[in-house]
T-cell receptor
Framework: DQQVKQNSPSLSVQEGRISILNCDYT??????FLWYKKYPAEGPTFLIS?????DKNEDGRFTVFLNKSAKHLSLHIVPSQPGDSAVYFC?????????????FGTGTRLTVIP | KAGVTQTPRYLIKTRGQQVTLSCSPI?????VSWYQQTPGQGLQFLFE???????NKGNFPGRFSGRQFSNSRSEMNVSTLELGDSALYLC????????????FGPGTRLTVT
């Protein structure tokens, strides 16, 4: 029962263009969302997060958008760089319950073409 | 500040054996969570320890267990290994419980033959 879904297993984008990675969730109780980036042979690295009380959060080239009514979030990377090529995971958690377990999507492999 | 470390990095075991994996969190972090990553299922939560107590548990059989020591280091044990236990086991630490960002180690790649 996958509560967080990333329906695109892969995405290719030209360097300098925008990368948009999408994520859907089914549990309306999720109140905190995170994006992680993972390179081969390394653990996931935290990128950016957003609370359910917001609909947008920016950090440099990375912006996360949250649409609670659609249970959808997206990560925008502008401009995309070859070093951004990695697998991106979205994750959700029940922040208010104090639970610290993250529910992850299955990941999207981003390839930025120079 | 040193990151999360996991030992060993790679492990090969035979069906029916048992295995213990170790995780040292970032200094000062008291919460340690364990995840299993497989190609088909992605990252799935195993359990979380905080101040030597298991606070949360995922949907895994009792063959999977863990513990945390007073210095916050954690171990995960899998008994009676099955072929399906082959996976990357990731440990993550955070400074407090409650959904804030977690810092992951590089993982232990377990292969069961």
């Amino acid at each position: 029962d996958q509560q967080v879904k990333q329906n695109s297993p892969s995405l290719s984008v030209q360097e300098g263009r925008i990368s948009i990675l999408n994520c859907d969730y089914t549990n309306s109780m999720f109140d905190y969302f995170l994006w992680y980036k993972k390179y081969p042979a390394e653990g996931p690295t935290f990128l950016i997060s957003i609370s359910s009380i917001k609909d947008k959060n920016e950090d440099g080239r990375f912006t996360v958008f949250l649409n609670k009514s659609a249970k959808h979030l997206s990560l925008h990377i502008v401009p995309s760089q070859p070093g951004d090529s990695a697998v991106y995971f979205c994750a959700a958690t029940l922040y208010q319950t104090g639970a610290n377990n993250l529910f992850f999507g299955t990941g999207t492999r981003l390839t930025v073409i120079p | 500040k040193a990151g999360v470390t996991q030992t060993p990095r790679y492990l090969i075991k035979t069906r029916g054996q048992q295995v213990t994996l170790s995780c040292s969190p970032i200094s000062g972090h008291r919460s340690v969570s364990w995840y299993q990553q497989t190609p088909g299922q992605g990252l799935q939560f195993l359990f979380e320890y905080f101040s030597e107590t298991q606070r949360n548990k995922g949907n895994f059989p009792g063959r999977f267990s863990g513990r945390q020591f007073s210095n916050s280091r954690s171990e995960m044990n899998v008994s009676t290994l099955e072929l399906g236990d082959s996976a990357l086991y990731l440990c993550a630490s955070s400074s407090w419980t409650g959904g804030n960002e977690q810092y992951f180690g590089p993982g232990t790649r377990l292969t069961v033959t």
